[in-house]
């Protein structure tokens, strides 16, 4: 530790107070890491949170295990990166298809990652804020949640923090046993992190920039005057390091030549559309992130609504205010470790120009929990009257623990069991009391698909991705074949083509429940509600739905001519549009001179794409 900072006045050095609420993290680090523990310990039931790209990762390794091809219903999979797959796959090779051995590994991993953010943190920052980063993130709601969910996120993170630490090793090596340690250990890192998620590419850009730098000037603060040679060595060596991490995951890459329509190739159409990709989103995107994501995955929440416009309909508020100070916080660590620095700007930078969602900040968190703890430390220090710098430092520190820590009790009582609060907080079981019962009735689905449907047919029904898991058989949403507009009957003609043609025998029809339905994909649903896909005979029902041979039905040029299909999945905004028009005026589009000109734009194309109308849906007897 550095010896105790002084004041000049005038020729009298007057010691600097301790600041005594920072003084007592470490007498009590025990007492942090025990919360951590049990956090993690009641937060883990065994149970697999159901998801569609966790769904997809289980579905990819599963396939590894008993056919030994990357594909994921009918096609070679070009999207998503094979390490979560490998590891899914071994595990299944090994305690076979349970819920409990996909989990474990990724917990595990949660626990390994926090105790070597101790090890990275423990040279270079002081004590107290090495335990205060080690239990922010034991203690962050979306990194418990990503501890116990079947995906990369956690294993990405873990990557990243073994990479970082040897690269700090590795400009600290002095002799080539050392140095050979440390570059094994960049190996292992990086290759397990580029297997993992395409975000490794910010953390290779990260790399590359601050070698570069290197090769000029020191990459860390306080670096010894004769550490100039081992420094340019190591970062040589880690550009050699990069190039052979790349190597080996491409000649594991298990997509194969259609890698090139995955993420690298959305990338490419996104930058040769640079202006409509990029640029034109760039707004919502930012604001996506000051808003909405950042705040969530960093402080646990969103901090209050917007009070100051920005245009474009949007506000700003506390949310958008703390994440810049965050951010700001974050990148300035290039003083410290310009790589850490470095990671957190291109990692931000990334997320505004192509999107995220909270998830997407974990692997940056450590330091970001970082760059926060040395800002509020700061501010704490311009105070002098007694109590200030405890205070300052209290409601910095409690803006991002505390609003983590009640994420995390409603995490450890979903796990549990038991129903929201404003439910009654009674024990209801995990399938309900995860995403309030959504996923209810879901296995009996499959399993009812399982039984009655051929491994070489298809059929179409909701959640499509998860329901193509379980069942082991190909299940799609409509939204995947259908154009985006219906001009001409071209749904109807495709549709016809696909049960003629392509072996879907079945579909999945609402019985007493349609919760399912109410995913990503609703076209699907649509269709049925509309009365375009309508079941004939029933199959089999379970789980409130039923699996029925279907027929497609001619609805008429005047019910889906030019039928726009992103409307048909914008039912929000199709509700608030249809109680606009009177239930006559509904269904007589055809008199428009009944009404004056500002209200016929819009209402003429009401019944076009309202399908859910109600005195529509009886024209076309849709059930």
């Known amino acids: 530790m550095a010896e105790m900072p002084v004041s000049e006045i005038g020729s009298v050095a007057a010691p600097i107070r301790e600041n005594q609420l920072l003084a007592l993290i470490p007498r009590w680090r025990w007492a942090f890491f025990v919360t951590v523990g049990l956090l993690v310990v009641f937060a883990f039931n065994g149970r697999w949170r159901i998801g569609r790209d966790s769904s997809a990762y289980r579905a990819l390794g599963h396939q590894l295990v008993t056919t030994g091809k990357y594909v994921f219903r009918d096609r070679q999979e070009d999207t998503r990166y094979p390490g ?16 409990a051995p996909a989990l474990l590994p990724v917990t595990l991993m949660a626990i390994a990652t926090l105790l070597l953010t101790y090890r990275l943190l423990r040279p270079v920052v002081p004590l107290w804020l090495v335990i205060a980063v080690t239990f ?30 040897a690269f700090d090793r590795l400009q600290r090596a002095r002799d080539v046993r050392s140095r050979a340690g440390a570059m094994t250990l960049l190996v292992i890192g990086l290759v397990f992190a580029a297997a993992m998620r395409p975000t490794f590419w910010v953390l290779a850009l990260a790399l590359v920039a601050t070698c570069v730098w290197g090769l000029i000037r020191p990459t860390r603060a306080e670096e ?20 052979i ?13 259609s890698a090139a329509g995955g993420y690298e190739g959305k990338m490419r ?6 202006h409509h990709k990029i640029i034109e989103p760039l707004p919502q995107n930012v604001y996506a992130v000051l808003e909405q994501t950042l705040p969530e995955a960093f402080f646990g929440t969103q901090l209050g609504p917007g009070f100051i416009p920005v245009g474009g309909g949007h506000w700003i508020g506390l949310s958008a205010i703390y994440s810049l100070v965050l951010i700001v916080s974050g990148v300035l660590l290039v003083r410290r470790n310009v790589l850490w620095g470095l990671f957190v700007l291109f990692t931000v930078l990334t997320m505004g120009a192509i999107g995220s969602v909270p998830r997407y900040f974990i692997m940056i968190l450590p330091l970001l929990l970082v760059g926060w703890g040395l800002h509020i430390n700061w501010l704490a220090e311009r105070f002098r009257a007694y109590g ?13 623990v505390i609003p983590n820590l009640i994420s995390c009790a409603n ?24 995403h309030s019962g959504k996923w209810q009735g879901v296995e009996e689905v499959a399993k009812m698909i399982h039984d009655h449907v051929r491994p070489d047919q298809k059929i179409f029904g909701p959640e499509a991705t998860v329901l193509t898991f379980l069942s082991d058989r190909d299940v799609f949403g409509l939204g995947m074949f259908l154009p985006r507009k219906d ?4 749904w109807e003609r495709k549709l016809r083509k696909m049960q003629a043609e392509s072996s879907y025998a079945y579909a999945v029809f609402p019985d007493t429940s349609a919760k399912l339905y109410d995913d990503k994909d609703v076209v699907t649903g649509k269709l049925i509600k509309v009365g375009m896909l309508r079941p004939t005979k029933v199959i089999a029902t379970a789980g409130g739905y039923k699996l029925c041979e279907y027929q497609v039905v001619a609805l008429g040029k005047a019910k889906h001519h030019k039928r726009d299909l992103s409307a048909a999945t914008q039912p929000k905004a199709r509700r608030q549009r249809s109680a606009t028009t009177t239930g006559p005026a509904a269904t007589q589009p055809v008199a428009p001179p009944r009404r004056r000109r500002p209200r016929a734009a819009t209402t003429v194309p009401a019944p076009v794409t309202q399908p859910m109308d109600r005195p529509q849906v009886k024209v076309m007897g849709a059930k």
Do not use: W
């Open 84 to 99: 979560m797959p490998l590891l899914l796959a071994g595990v299944e090779r090994v305690f076979g298809r349970g819920d």
């Open 136 to 165: 922010g993130m034991g203690a962050n709601g979306r990194f418990l949640e990503h501890a116990n969910e079947v995906l990369s996120d956690v294993p990405f993170l873990l990557g990243v923090v073994v990479s970082l630490i």
């Open 224 to 243: 010894p005057a004769d550490n100039a040679r081992p420094r340019r060595l190591a970062c040589v060596l880690t550009l050699a390091v990069l190039a």
């Open 245 to 257: 991490a790349a190597a080996a995951f491409a000649l594991v890459d298990l997509r194969g030549n």
């Open 269 to 274: 159409a996104r930058l040769a559309d640079f």
């Open 388 to 400: 200030a710098k405890e205070a300052i430092t209290f409601a910095g520190l409690g803006l991002v």
């Open 411 to 434: 995490l450890i009582r979903e796990q549990r069991g038991f129903s929201r609060p404003q439910e009654g907080f009674k024990h209801v079981g995990f399938a309900q009391a995860y």
């Open 487 to 490: 001009r001409g009957g071209a």
